[in-house]
């Protein structure tokens, strides 16, 4: 039970804590304009529209990396051959956020590799890490030596040094590649990636393709080094390392197939995946195709970690639809926990009365959260950051996204959905009550 003097003690104690956290790493982080005081919301996306790689030559449809990229390739006597090279990496989750992480060819996710069953693959890894590495291709049938196990099944890749891998993509589906040596840290620092392999035969209809990776990472406020050490309170939640209000938006016109890969290698959560608006099917796990018989209609799933998830819809429900975890903390951006629970707590008067002993005390959460997107916070920091949405503030970030589906799409954002008249929530009139009988 809160009285009086325990919610005094524990809000001082706690303001105390925050506040001089809050300055120490303001005095110590780099000052960037504009991002010293907290930002309610920033512009959802980016405005363009990530493309697929389309290879002449190749029968498939290229699949998307909202937010990222795709691995080219030479062809070399029928091989096709990949460099991959693991770095640290300067990274933007999101306006206002910047990290010093590790990925691939200066990203994380690193870029996605995609090629066709039956292809021989030549992968080179280049290690430009401070420590030594290795890679590991996720659910990828192959000869144990080509496995990626530092130690196991080959030596770890030294500081400076390219190793080769090379197999035959012996079946299609959607797997994952990550390093195999001092996981804990590398994993999560950001080196994770996504591998489709397409089918021989092409689909008989068009497909929109999308591939997005879930991460978890640790990230001190006002720091730009995640912590790897982390083992429970992440506080920033990505799709393909991007945290709403930054993550790009998948679109579809009416009538497409819409396929949705979704990968996690976070460290330690499993990730409940809801759409809004839909009613989908899981058709692929990294181990194959689920048969029809064993499909069923989902609009949640849960993407385990070190798994691979594929859903597929066909559009026919035009709007701007939410695509997110349905963890609520995993819908947050920077969110701290280890505040006393003030919600339902009389404060009346408290914020005058802790302010004369810790100056520019806020009392936060006693009406709920909402309010606390006013807080001013050091450079390098998003708690509470939120998207401009079409009706004012969208309080949602994360392992959040929007999936927009319309009549026709071109090269770019659509925008919001216009909404027909009369299909938009609003005030009830007082007609309105009066007719169904509703007192208030």
């Known amino acids: 039970m809160i009285n009086r003097r325990t919610l005094l003690q524990s809000s001082v ?44 030559g190749e029968g ?114 959607t797997f994952m590649y990550h390093p195999h040596f001092d996981e804990m840290t590398q994993i999560a620092l950001g080196m994770v990636g996504m591998i489709v392999v397409h089918p021989k035969q092409r689909p008989a209809r068009r497909v929109r393709d999308y591939s997005l990776m879930a991460h978890e990472w640790m ?47 976070g460290p330690m959560d499993h990730h409940p995946i809801h759409l809004h608006g839909y009613a989908f099917e899981v058709t692929e796990t990294d181990g194959g195709p689920v048969p029809r018989s064993a499909r069923r209609p989902e609009t949640t799933t849960l993407v385990p970690v070190g798994a691979v998830r594929v859903i597929e819809l066909v559009a026919d429900n035009p709007g701007d639809w939410a695509f997110h975890c349905h963890m609520t903390h995993h819908v947050m951006n920077q969110m701290g926990h280890d505040t006393p629970n003030l919600v339902g707590a009389n404060t009346q008067g408290l914020d005058a009365r802790v302010g004369r002993v810790v100056p520019g005390y806020m009392t936060m959460g006693s009406t709920g959260m909402g309010d606390m997107h006013k807080m001013q916070l050091p450079a390098n920091s998003i708690s509470m950051l939120g998207g401009d949405g079409p009706f004012g503030l969208i309080d949602m970030g994360g392992m959040f996204t929007v999936l927009k589906v319309r009549k026709q799409i071109g090269d770019q954002d659509p925008g919001w959905y216009q909404h027909p008249a009369g299909t938009v929530a609003g005030k009830a009139s007082a007609d309105d009550l009066a007719r169904d009988g509703i007192k208030t």
């Open 60 to 173: 498939y449809t290229p699949v998307v990396m909202p937010n990222g990229s795709t691995l080219p390739f030479e062809k070399k006597a029928g091989v096709k051959v990949f460099h991959l090279t693991a770095e640290p990496v300067k990274h933007v989750i999101a306006p206002g956020l910047e990290i010093e992480a590790w990925g691939y060819n200066g990203s994380t996710p690193g870029p996605l590799i995609e090629c066709v069953e039956g292809d021989k693959v030549r992968i080179y890894v280049t290690n430009k890490l401070p420590e030594p590495t290795s890679t590991h291709w996720h659910g990828v049938i192959l000869p144990n030596g080509m496995d990626g196990v530092a130690g196991l099944t080959q030596r770890s890749i030294p500081v400076g040094e390219t190793f080769k891998y090379e197999f035959t993509m012996t079946k299609a589906g």
């Open 219 to 265: 990230i001190p406020i006002g720091a730009k080094r995640p912590d790897p050490m982390a083992m429970s309170d992440f506080n920033v939640l990505t799709f393909n390392s991007k945290a709403f209000p930054a993550t790009e938006p998948l679109v579809a016109e009416l009538g497409d197939l819409v396929r949705i890969r979704i990968g996690n290698l």
């Open 13 to 56: 104690a706690a303001s105390a804590a925050i506040l001089a956290r809050a300055r120490m790493a303001a005095a110590q982080a780099p000052q960037h304009t504009g991002h010293g005081t907290h930002t309610t919301a920033a512009p959802v996306g980016t405005g363009k529209l990530t493309k697929g790689r389309a290879v002449a």
